[in-house]
């Protein structure tokens, strides 16, 4: 999803980046980490389309981040370091404006701003001036509008700087479930037990370069993507065991409920997954009349989070 | 409309300087027009000057008051609009939203010359004592507002292009002011001094006028706004080339200021 290639980036003489190569893949939570001056701010100043590179290529979702600027906006929701806020707006006010400016108008503005809302817990306080909020809830109030265009990749530079102990583990929760809905996330952190927590795997990025630790290992890999699980409701027409034994058999597929005409499944992994299984019932001659997507309920939920556990 | 404009002006009305200034504005004017009244019809042991002229008076002062007073409030509004963006560091983004360079600049040039042009607006009233006593037509008072609005877009532009390079809105807001300062007097002392170099060295031949001056003179007035103003009382068909040279040395200032300011928009390096 993002692909960096040697990149090279100089402010007056001085290299900031030398040759970093970086590769992410979709629905990594991946982690960069480096000393102070290291080319984290700038790199994701690259990818954010702020700063022009010098030479070599930077890539978010195929798109060229150079010259495909305002594609790439669309893809990316980016949170600066010391990101900032307009104090004397409210925070509906101050949500409404980026959505103006990502284009969302009438009911997708409503529902975008509404969503926000909700994912950043400050739906009780929209008429409050945004001046009111804590420091932790205004980082909440940015993180909220940086998602509000639904953007395929995050960026996100040291987003725990200044925020205390609580609203870090929340931070933490909100970006394990951000990941978990598919999103890519790039995020720069000296706060390296987070960091842990939470990314698949680690950068090392000092003086402009990909650094290596003792093992010669520029990139640290800490535990594997976690493939999106997501839940699938399917009607049909007709007798259902067919589909039930074509669910049963194709692999990443697990059937939770089945009812006369009617199939819950979860699917693990990318979207080729679910349109193999379409495609499956098809080709066997079964009349799918509905495939949706639905939203995880509580019990499946439940059944995700100790499945694993069950003796 | 444009998302900018909508937030600069919510943002903006919002300030105390949102009606501070046009009551301090209003207020100036109004005394400045009625000492110039008071002045114009008292009877220093003269015969007592015409209602017409009274008229003339009175807008001449207005005109050029009113000028002045917009030369320094434009600074306020423009120098500070871009940079303020930087301060709060909010201007990543604005540059990582889909608004481009060009409609993050139209709109804090919109917001900051439509906040001046209200200030133009509420002078009209005190523009209605002029014509109550005759001697001013509405050519005089179109041209002059045009020409008033040309050099205040200008202006505004320049203040922007300053809030775009500088990293504070103290040194933005600075540096505009030394620039009306140097477009307003000091081009006129150099024209006041490069004139009288100039009658010394030819005495011997007789000057009718304006148009008898080489470039080399007359050239750092057509930068001065008050020059500007004083071309624009000419009957339409002597507009050119006094008035419509000063409108085109504006307006390609104007047009530099916001092309350096896009520039300025799209490196981005500074933020």
Known sequence: MIDVEQIRKSFNGTRALDDFTLHVGAGELFGLVGPNGAGKTTLMKVLSTLLPIDSGTAQIGGLNVAKQAREVKRLIGYLPDQPGVYQDMSVREFLEFFADAFQLTGARQRAAVGRALERSGLAGRSRDSVEQLSFGMKQRLVLAKTLLHDPKVLLLDEPATGLDPIARIELREQLKQLQAEGITIL?????????????????????????????????????????????YEIELLGDNAIAVN??????????????????????TGADEQVAALLR???????????FDRRALGLEERYQLVFREKRP | MNPMIRKELRQRMRERRGWLLPSLYLFV?????????????TNNGRSPIQGSSVGVILFLTL????????????????AGSITIEKEQRTLAGLLTSLLSST???????????MFVLLLLVTSLPVLSMAFAFGGVGPWEVFSATLTTVIILASMSAIGLYFSSAFQRSVHATAVSYATVVAISVVTAIVFFVRI???????????????SDLPLSVTAPMYVNPFFFLTTSFAPPRQLYPAWTTCACVFIALGGLAAGLTLRNLRRRGDL
């Open chain 2, 103 to 113: 409609q993050i600049w139209w709109g804090k040039f919109a917001s900051s010359l």
């Open chain 1, 246 to 267: 074509i669910v049963k058999s194709v692999a990443g597929t697990r059937l939770l409920e089945y009812g006369a005409g009617r199939l819950v499944v979860e699917i």
């Open chain 1, 280 to 290: 499956s019932l098809v080709v066997a001659g079964v009349n799918v009349f509905r």
């Open chain 1, 187 to 231: 995020i720069s952190s000296h706060i390296l037990s987070d960091l842990e927590d939470i990314c698949t795997q680690i950068a090392l990025i000092g003086a402009g370069h990909n650094a290596e630790d003792d093992e010669g290992h520029s990139v640290i890999q800490l535990r594997a993507p976690q493939a999106p699980v997501r839940i």
């Open chain 2, 29 to 41: 004017l109004g005394a400045v027009v009625t000492f110039a009244y008071y002045i114009a019809t």
């Open chain 2, 196 to 210: 009288a170099m100039y009658e010394s060295a030819h005495r011997a031949t007789a000057t009718h006028g304006w």
């Open chain 2, 63 to 78: 005109a050029y008051t009113q000028l002045a007073l917009l030369l320094l409030l434009a600074p306020i509004f423009s």
